[in-house]
């Protein structure tokens, strides 16, 4: 895909502040740390526009790129911080499932997990989720230059396990591995909307 434009929108943080042009969305979803703004920063070559940081957990809001004029993509809070209290843990809860479960223009959801860990029961979790409420979804597994191709195939397989019947691609957003093939995805559930 070539990529035009890229802005970001805005930060919502409950649904009378969800964008409401009816432009298909993708959306990003995975612990915090996980790798998720260098992801959305490497598909769309921008170097800064979704904020990578050091410092898990920040973002408890969902916010809006739009891209090409013509998509969005809906980064959604980091889940499973550890030092974020129960109360929070609650809202991202509340504030991710309300978008999943109610949002019209969501084509897509990108559930990223760290290839050089198992699954974590959250990821398992909301894994399940998409799975039983029947959203089209892919795995992407994160940070793919960090382990040699064998590491790689071994970890794929303990995913494969875990987060049973879902399409898997392993990315890395330094080399641009899976790059190609995530944007493939992309591309066609575009076109279904
Ligand atoms: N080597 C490597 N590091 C990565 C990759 N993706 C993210 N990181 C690093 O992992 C940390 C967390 O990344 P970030 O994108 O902020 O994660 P987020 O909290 O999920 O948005 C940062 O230090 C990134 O530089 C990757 O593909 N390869
Ligand atoms: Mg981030």
Redesign the pocket.
């Known amino acids: 895909m070539k990529i035009t434009s890229a802005e970001f929108i805005k930060s919502a943080f409950n649904e009378t502040h969800y964008t409401d042009d009816g432009l298909p969305e993708i959306s990003f979803l995975?612990?915090?740390?996980?790798?998720?703004?260098?992801?959305?920063?490497?598909l769309l070559q921008r170097k800064g526009l979704?904020?990578?940081?050091?410092t898990?957990g920040r973002?408890q809001c969902i916010n809006f790129f739009e891209i090409n004029e013509s998509f969005y993509f809906v980064?959604l809070p980091?889940y499973g911080y550890a030092k974020v209290s129960k109360a929070m843990r609650k809202d991202w809860g509340k504030m991710a499932e309300n978008y999943l479960a109610n949002r019209e223009e969501l084509v897509l959801s990108i559930q990223?997990v760290d290839s050089r860990h198992a699954p974590t029961e959250l990821d398992i979790q909301l894994n399940e989720w998409l799975k039983f409420h029947h959203k089209n979804f892919i795995v992407v597994a994160?940070?793919?230059?960090?382990l040699s191709s064998n590491q790689l195939n071994k970890t794929i397989k303990e995913i494969e396990k875990k987060l049973p019947d879902s399409k898997i691609i392993s990315?890395?957003?330094?080399?641009g591995k899976g790059k190609d093939a995530l944007w493939a995805e992309i591309g066609a559930s575009l076109q279904s909307f």
Do not use: E, F
Request: charged fraction near 20%; proline fraction near 3%; avoid cysteine.
């Open positions: 995975g612990r915090s740390n996980v790798g998720k703004s260098s992801l959305i920063n490497s979704a904020r990578t940081s050091n898990p973002t980064d980091g990223l994160t940070k793919a230059d960090k990315y890395s957003a330094v080399t």
